[in-house]
């Protein structure tokens, strides 16, 4: 009879962004006691694109500690300010959803109110004019927000990146191999779930004969 057992082992199955974004997270944020291994297969290559994100990307690079000035050299990296819409609204149409803020609201009303009466009046130019992350990228400019002028506009400033997937993947391995996470090399081939406490068993091949082991998967 199958008894259920305090979980030791997690295993990370893929070594692509997904996989080593997970590993370097858990070994931030779990407390000590659990074996964090990751097994990816060199006969099954990872997507390897571009990876375009948005602010969230940041907070996660907060929490497992990167340096953004290294990660940005590491991953080839360029500073994204918003998305721009090709054709969206009608052909021949586009405009940059900035990210952050858009205007400034006022003590009685919200900016977007403001922004619409006037707008609705013809007297308002396109949204797009009141966001610093929207006017910036078209004049070609770019600043990380100071953190001493927290009253300024430039305060508001927000941004995430475009970088090379896989060589985020890669310098994530680096971090969190440096932070205990083991890496195998090996295509899994079987996994069965332990009805008793829905954790995993696993089985794979490789050039060195990949261990069966016990986690969650
Ligand atoms: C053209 C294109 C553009 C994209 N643009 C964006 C974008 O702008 N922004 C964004 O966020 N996302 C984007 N994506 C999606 C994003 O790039 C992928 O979702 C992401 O890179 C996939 O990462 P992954 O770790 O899930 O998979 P992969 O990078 O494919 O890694 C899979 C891993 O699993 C391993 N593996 C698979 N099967 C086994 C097995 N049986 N045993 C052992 N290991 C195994 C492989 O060896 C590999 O290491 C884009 C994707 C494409 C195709």
């Not at 985020?168 to 069965?192: N, S």
Request: hydrophobic share 40%.
């Amino acid at each position: 009879m199958q008894t259920q057992q305090a979980l030791q082992t997690i295993v990370i199955v893929g070594g692509g962004t997904a996989g080593w974004m997970t590993a370097a997270a858990f070994s931030r944020v779990l407390p000590q006691g659990y074996r964090l291994r990751l097994v990816e297969s060199d006969a099954i290559s990872t997507i390897g694109v571009g990876e375009a994100t948005i602010p969230s990307i940041r907070a996660f690079n907060q929490l497992v500690e990167l340096d953004e000035d290294e990660f940005m050299r590491q991953t080839q990296a360029t500073f994204k300010l918003g998305i721009e819409f090709v054709n969206w609204g009608k052909q021949g149409d586009s405009y940059i959803h900035g990210f952050g803020l858009i205007g400034r609201d006022q003590i009685l009303a919200k900016f977007y109110q403001y922004w619409l009466k006037m707008y609705q009046m013809g007297e308002a130019p396109d949204l797009e004019h009141f966001s610093i992350n929207t006017v910036a990228p078209r004049h070609h400019k770019f600043m990380r927000p100071p953190k001493d002028m927290p009253n300024s506009p430039l305060a508001d400033i927000s941004y995430a990146f475009h970088f090379d997937a896989g060589l985020y993947a890669k310098y994530l391995r680096g971090k969190a191999e440096q932070q205990g996470v083991q890496r195998t090399e090996g295509k899994i081939v079987d996994v069965a779930v332990r009805e008793v406490d829905g954790s995993a068993s696993w089985s794979g091949t490789q050039r060195r004969p990949l261990d069966r082991g016990r986690g969650c998967g």
